[in-house]
């Protein structure tokens, strides 16, 4: 049961990191637009300016769960690269135990309120012509919260499934 449900988290959390990672692509493409516009048509848009920041929050927020269940997060590896499987996985538990949960479980608790008031608000830019959709860029924030603890539950299984059998 714990293995079906680690896969399909795994699956979730690798097809919207693929899929957010194209945004990176929509971003060089915005800011290239950006420049153009600004520089040989002297034209510019808040909105299209602030999609780019969308875009950016979102590859991180969303991209952030991915990035951990490929490993590609930055570590000190003086613990960790020379040592056997077995001392990896203990290592691996015990940063999700006592940093990954805890700090998603706080940035949970931090976030709701803000998002709440946002949503209640349907908050938009400040600027004018700006994008409406402050709030959807605030939900991004639990939503990194929650994308990550569940892809630490995954990290943790799998690390507690490999000092089970070592």
């Given amino acids: 049961m714990v293995a079906a449900a680690g896969g399909i988290v795994a699956r979730v959390i690798g097809g919207i990191g693929k899929g957010v990672s194209w945004f990176t692509v929509l971003m060089v493409l915005l800011t290239f637009l950006i420049v153009v516009l600004r520089y040989f048509f002297k034209l510019g848009w808040i909105g299209l300016q602030e999609s780019v920041t969308y875009l950016h929050a979102a590859v991180?927020?969303?991209?952030?769960?991915?990035?951990?269940?490929?490993?590609?997060?930055?570590?000190?590896?003086?613990?960790?690269?020379?040592?056997?499987?077995?001392?990896?996985?203990?290592?691996?538990?015990?940063?999700?135990?006592?940093?990954?949960?805890?700090?998603?479980?706080?940035?949970?608790?931090?976030?709701?309120?803000?998002?709440?008031?946002?949503?209640?608000?349907?908050?938009?830019?400040?600027?004018?012509?700006?994008?409406?959709?402050?709030?959807?860029?605030?939900?991004?924030?639990?939503?990194?919260?929650?994308?990550?603890?569940?892809?630490?539950?995954?990290?943790?299984a799998t690390s507690l499934k490999t000092l089970r059998q070592k």
Avoid: N
């Fill in 60 to 156: 991180f927020m969303l991209g952030a769960a991915w990035t951990l269940a490929q490993d590609g997060h930055v570590r000190v590896d003086i613990f960790y690269r020379r040592h056997s499987e077995r001392y990896r996985a203990l290592i691996d538990a015990a940063g999700t135990l006592i940093f990954v949960i805890p700090f998603c479980l706080y940035l949970l608790w931090v976030s709701w309120d803000y998002v709440a008031a946002s949503w209640s608000l349907r908050e938009a830019s400040r600027e004018a012509g700006g994008l409406p959709l402050v709030y959807l860029l605030k939900t991004l924030i639990p939503l990194l919260a929650l994308s990550l603890l569940a892809q630490a539950g995954v990290l943790l």
